[in-house]
Nanobody
Framework: QLQASGGGLVQAGGSLRLSCAAS????????MGWFRQAPGKEREFVGG????????YYADSVKGRFTISRDNAKNTEYLQMISLNPEDTAVYYC????????????????????WGQGTLVTVSS
């Protein structure tokens, strides 16, 4: 249903763009979110976008550095990441939540129904 890609190894200060290809059933009909999980840590919210909006919202830790966008023709969400630092090292996941969920719910992983397989981002110092 969701296919994440684009991770890799990058030096501190560098940038990466992650992609999340969604099936036709999900695209445009679900709230979308990006999460990350570093070794030994809980999965944390990075950013998201409501199904009915092109506006995204972000965790404070990435605000101003990460940008979510969407290509409707390709049913693909993107997470553009700049000014990366070693603390951004994690497996990044895209996820989809029912459009019935309200925004306050969308900051937590349990709100999401579908998950991509994750893509590893490693930032070296």
């Amino acid at each position: 249903q969701l296919q994440a890609s684009g991770g890799g190894l990058v030096q501190a200060g560098g940038s990466l763009r992650l992609s999340c290809a969604a099936s036709g059933r999900i695209a445009g009909n679900y709230n979308m979110g990006w999460f990350r999980q570093a070794p030994g840590k809980e999965r944390e919210f990075v950013g998201g976008r409501r199904w009915s909006s092109s506006n995204a919202y972000y965790a404070d830790s990435v605000k101003g550095r990460f940008t979510i966008s969407r290509d409707n023709a390709k049913n693909t969400e993107y997470l553009q990441m700049i000014s990366l630092n070693p603390e951004d090292t994690a497996v990044y996941y895209c996820a989809a939540a029912s459009k019935t969920k309200i925004q306050s719910e969308l900051w937590t992983p349990r709100a999401y129904d579908y998950w991509g397989q994750g893509t590893l981002v490693t930032v070296s110092s």
